[in-house]
């Protein structure tokens, strides 16, 4: 079992940046893949970024390649979303995943994380 809280999210105005953070406990929470998802009002929940179990490989969805970052510290079992010029657009719940398998790799798919934050409101303003 792997239970995850996230913590960081807030009210910011667009260009600013926010720093999310996962903290992760349980047996193999540092062996895992883990990512990113959000979800808007009225909308699906959708992929932001992923990072393999070693931290050694990240992928990124499209509309914020290049603005994010993932990135984790598996000593203090906590991954890291770092957001930069963000945009109204990006605002959402935002929640921390994590996959079953050990030695996972990046996946944008949602049924492929076992384990799911609680999730943590950012909101960008205009």
């Known amino acids: 079992q792997v239970t995850l809280v996230e913590s960081g999210g807030g009210l910011v105005q667009a260009g600013g940046s926010l720093r999310l953070s996962c903290a992760a406990s349980g047996r193999t929470s540092s062996s895992v893949g883990m990512g990113w998802f959000r979800q808007a009002p009225g909308k699906e929940r959708e992929f932001v970024a992923a990072i393999n179990w070693n931290g050694g490989r990240t992928y990124y969805a499209d509309s914020v390649k290049g603005r994010f970052t993932i990135s984790r510290d598996n000593a203090l079992n906590t991954v890291y979303l770092q957001m930069m010029s963000l945009k109204p657009g990006d605002t959402a719940v935002y929640y921390c995943?994590?996959?079953?398998?050990?030695?996972?790799?990046?996946?944008?798919?949602?049924?492929?994380?076992?384990?799911w934050g609680q999730g943590i409101q950012v909101t960008v303003s205009s």
């Open positions: 995943a994590a996959r079953a398998t050990p030695s996972s790799g990046t996946s944008y798919y949602t049924w492929e994380y076992a384990y």
